[in-house]
């Protein structure tokens, strides 16, 4: 921490200490420093004092590895209490919204990272509309945050937007099938999909590449809308430029997840054992995994939680807003000036208190009127 | 069981039952010779086996099939590059005639691309059991005819193989609707497709659950509990229904592993034999269906299956006259299986005779 406080202070001190005007002339090239070079520095200390937070939500059909990826991907175990279910009970079983919250440290950095399940979807005969509850989650999260801000106390607003959707796609199937559409084109303007290859371990190399290619035609057919990874600058070096590319050209990632460490050539590694060989789930070889890791945390976690804020969250508040608005001016029936800014409404639990210390306004004030009539009649 | 010997018909009495007398013979005869009768018999005239598979895209449905019968029956659909799934359930069924050491087999495969694939898969089991039982209807035409063909076609479906998604957690609710109403009507089993994405401890443990999942929706799949003959069919079928639901793995490409060619699939961290037990269960699954059991599943889909619909059928149309053979059936949507547990006046369609109360079932 010290080391990156000194260069600021150390340029602080150079230009308020005095100096003699030869000094001054040799030291001219200073004077074109204002110190604002700093700033990433103040910023990088700041974030580092409030810690992240960043939620990811992961769908799919049970059975395609969902909670083994995210157990590898942040190397905790947050599902240690998990009880599958049974056949008789999954037969009654709804799609179910569930949240957990880990803190994560590493290297002074706090994360404070949410995982949003999704168990029940696609499980059931009859699937119809089995990403209503999902998307119904993602817009309360954003009226919330919408709430908040338009609140009158900002200070502590909880940011429990939805800032990536893992969408889990079975390698059994020859594409996208009818539910992966239906959920894509659902949320693809809510949320930042990231399409996946489950269980990448039981396809050959030439058929993962196939389906890739299918899935790729897939999205563009339906107009769906994933997450796009931003394009890098011209500036930028020919190996972060060979990255990006990869990176780009390697979407959908197949990914094999693993929460058990095996021996491989004297290794110790994340993998799967099975009787021909080993799968190991950090080999570039074997999967995509650490394209998908690399991703999601180390380059490309501040520009989904972006643009989140920026694409999605916006366009749910200008949504929002002109529904209010056009609510209003049908209302009112006469055309004002000004565009009527809607306060916001008062949420349930205050009016509820309001109206409580009306109730017992009024009946104090009941009581006290009682109480002189009794006197007067006495 | 004797392989070779023809399906008999459901009301000739038993070979050796317990009425006649058993005498010594003084010299040889030749009867055994009638063994020999039989077999060219059968070898001159063929025989038939139709199969259906049933799950959704992408199993590996059509790669097993040209697995198990070692030929290219369909061009298998690479994942990937396959046509765009149908809208409904089609079935779509491919005959071959093949040989092998001068024996004929006239093999019909049925597939049922589009089953579960949608979004609402309600009902999606009407198709499948509409075919079969249409099938079953095609063979009492034929039969109830007067003057009758003297091998009549047997378009019946033998067997079903349903291929369970390798979840790893346990049967989903549609796979336990399709079951329940088809292991009434035709021979049913189940396997674990594409079970090279399940390490051995997942996979035993899934089968547990299968087992378990199985036993409380009371699914009986082949080879089913109650027609077992005597006391070797139990103990062999005991030690197959131990290890049902097979974990399998097809594949139609050889590869060279230690020199020989060998049918598998090349992934990069090794090759998955699929003859291979230590791999997969795919020769259980074929010595099952062909080498063992071939027999045995035509003469319970003819004795049993066929014989449930039949009397449902000519019940309800009133066309058998009412005589010692008459069961009082209640008319239902689907004839249930002859179980010794039923009600005492329900149908006891035994293997073989329909008239001897006191042979077992």
């Known amino acids: 921490m010290d080391s990156l406080a000194a260069p600021q202070d150390r340029l602080v001190e150079q230009l308020l200490s005095p100096r003699t005007q030869a000094q001054r002339r040799l030291k001219d090239i200073d004077k074109q420093y204002v110190g604002f070079a700093t700033l990433p520095n103040q910023v990088h200390r700041k974030s580092v004092k409030k810690g992240f937070d960043f939620t990811l939500m992961v769908a799919g059909e049970s059975g395609l590895g969902k909670s083994t990826l995210v157990h590898s991907l942040f190397l905790t175990d947050l599902y240690k209490e998990r009880k599958l279910l049974s056949a008789e009970e999954r037969i009654s079983q709804t799609v179910e919204i569930l949240k957990h919250t880990v803190d994560i440290e590493e290297k002074g950095v706090k994360l404070k990272l949410t995982i949003v399940d999704t168990p029940g979807f696609g499980d059931a005969v009859n699937n119809s509309e089995c990403w209503k509850p999902i998307t119904d989650y993602v817009d309360q999260q954003f009226e919330q945050y919408f709430r908040d801000e338009s609140g009158l106390n900002r200070k502590n607003i909880q940011d429990n937007r939805v800032h990536c959707c893992l969408y889990f796609i079975s390698p059994f199937g020859h594409g996208l099938r009818p539910v992966d559409v239906g959920f894509m084109k659902a949320l693809h303007e809510k949320v930042n999909i990231v399409p996946l290859i489950a269980k990448a371990d039981c396809l050959v190399p030439s058929e993962i590449r196939k389906l890739k290619e299918r899935i790729r035609e897939e999205i563009d057919k339906f107009g769906i809308h994933v997450y796009q990874f931003p394009e890098c600058d011209s500036d930028e070096d020919e190996d972060f430029k060979q990255q990006d590319r990869e990176l780009k050209e390697s979407a959908p990632f197949a990914v094999i997840g693993s929460n058990t460490v095996v021996e491989a050539k004297g290794q110790r590694v994340r993998g799967r054992l099975y009787p021909w060989g080993i799968v190991e789930v950090e080999n570039q070889a074997h999967c995509d995994f650490v394209k998908l890791r690399n991703m999601l945390i180390r380059t490309h976690m501040h520009d989904l939680k972006d643009v989140t804020c920026d694409v999605h969250y916006e366009n749910y508040r200008a949504h929002c807003i002109q529904q209010m608005t056009s609510k209003l001016t049908q209302d009112s029936r006469m055309e004002s000036p000004i565009p009527i800014l809607p306060l916001p409404t008062p949420d349930a639990e205050t009016e509820k208190l309001i109206r409580m210390k009306d109730e017992e306004l009024r009946r104090m004030q009941e009581m006290l009127q009682k109480m002189k009539q009794q006197m007067q009649d006495q | ?361």
């Open chain 2, 1 to 361: 069981m004797d392989p070779l010997r023809q399906p008999p018909s459901p009301c000739s009495p038993r070979p050796s039952s317990p009425r006649t007398q058993s005498c010594e013979m003084l010299g040889y005869v030749g009867i055994e010779a009638v063994l020999d009768q039989l077999k060219i018999k059968a070898m001159k005239m063929g025989f038939e086996f139709n199969i259906m598979v049933v799950g959704q895209s992408g199993l590996g449905k059509s790669t097993m099939v040209n697995t198990l019968f070692k030929s290219k029956m369909w061009k298998s659909t690479l994942p990937g590059l396959g046509v765009p799934t149908p809208k409904t359930l089609q079935l779509q069924s491919v005959t071959h005639v093949i040989e092998e050491k001068g024996v004929k087999l006239k093999l019909t495969v049925t597939d049922t691309p589009g089953f579960g694939d949608q979004i609402n898969n309600d009902k999606c089991w009407d198709p499948i059991l509409g075919y079969i039982n249409e099938q079953y209807e095609r063979y009492l035409q034929e039969e109830i005819l007067i003057t009758r063909q003297r091998h009549i076609p047997d378009t019946r479906v033998h067997c079903c193989v349903y291929f369970v998604p390798p979840t790893g957690h346990c049967l989903r609710p549609l796979d336990i609707e399709f079951l329940q109403r088809l292991c009434q009507t035709v021979n049913v089993v189940p396997v674990i497709a594409r079970a090279d994405s399940l390490t051995i401890e997942e996979r035993e443990a899934f089968r547990r659950r299968i087992q378990h999942n199985l036993r409380t929706h009371c699914i009986e799949v082949y080879p089913q509990k109650c027609f077992d003959e005597d006391i070797n069919d139990r103990i062999l079928n005991s030690k197959i229904r131990e290890r049902i639901p097979f974990a399998v793995v097809g594949a139609d490409r050889e590869h060279l592993v230690n020199g020989r060619c060998v049918l598998g699939r090349k992934t990069k961290w090794g090759i998955i034999e699929v003859e291979n037990m230590a791999h997969c269960e795919f020769p259980l699954l074929r010595d099952l269906l062909i080498r063992t059991h071939l027999q045995d599943l035509k003469d319970i889909t003819h004795n049993i299956h066929y014989e449930n619909y039949r009397v449902f059928r000519l019940n309800k149309s009133h066309v058998l006259p009412r005589g010692p053979g008459w069961v009082n059936l209640a008319p239902g949507p689907a004839p249930s299986p002859a179980s010794p547990q039923a009600t005492p006046r329900t149908m006891k369609v035994c293997r073989w005779t329909q008239d001897n109360s006191d042979d077992e079932c």
